[in-house]
């Protein structure tokens, strides 16, 4: 079946533009996580939906960044007045888990991710 | 806030060495814990994941990891390495404070033919 998909594959933006990253979760995944893995480092989390339940932002590293879910499908994140640090590849990844749990140990299933340049 | 350590950031191995990836995490309270790995140009996939139960826990490729919690340890293990598992290997966790996976650093795994 369908895997995560994410759009762009590459991004090359100027310092200061805006961006918007866009990941399709596989059918029937209530949970959608973002995270950030910059070169050479291991994968940073950035936001977590889970159903209708409001978004867990923890881990987004300045307001400049924000994401968006429509019900259990597509969501976005943006990034504005991008910055030469944010140069990283964004990951986004999906899971079954039901919502409520507190411990989830369902596998969580990853897109291929954005490659995001600013130059 | 937890955190995992991969001590191995590169390793070279030659075809049927046997492997071992350390991983060490830092939490206080219930953890799951996860091997995933990236092969060159492919998503990251899922390797093995221990969440209760044997302590021992196999996974697919022939992979096998083993949870000591007294040491805060789930190292990977294979006894034979072929040139196929050349990859870079990450070891996560999520725990009661929230289902988000912390990463280590990774390993990339070089294994010559």
Known sequence: GAGVSQSPS?????????????????????????????LGQGLEFLIYFQGNSAPDKSGLPSDRFSAERTGESVSTLT????????????????????????????????????????? | AQSVSQHNHHVILSEAASLELGCNYSYGGTVNLFWYVQYPGQHLQLLLK?????????????????????????????????????AEYFCAVNSDAGNMLTFGGGTRLMVKP
């Open chain 2, 50 to 86: 221990y969440f209760s139960g044997d302590p021992l826990v196999k996974g697919i490729k022939g992979f096998e990891a083993e949870f000591i919690k007294s040491k805060f340890s789930f190292n990977l293990r294979k006894p034979s390495v072929q040139w196929s598992d050349t």
């Open chain 1, 10 to 38: 590459n991004k090359v933006t100027e310092k200061g533009k805006d961006v918007e990253l866009r990941c399709d979760p596989i059918s029937g995944h209530t949970a959608l996580y973002w995270y950030r893995q910059r």
């Open chain 1, 79 to 119: 990034i504005q007045r991008t910055q030469q640090e944010d140069s990283a590849v964004y990951l986004c990844a999906s899971s079954p888990q039901p919502s409520g749990a507190t411990l989830s140990t369902d596998t969580q299933y990853f897109g291929p991710g954005t490659r995001l340049t600013v130059l």
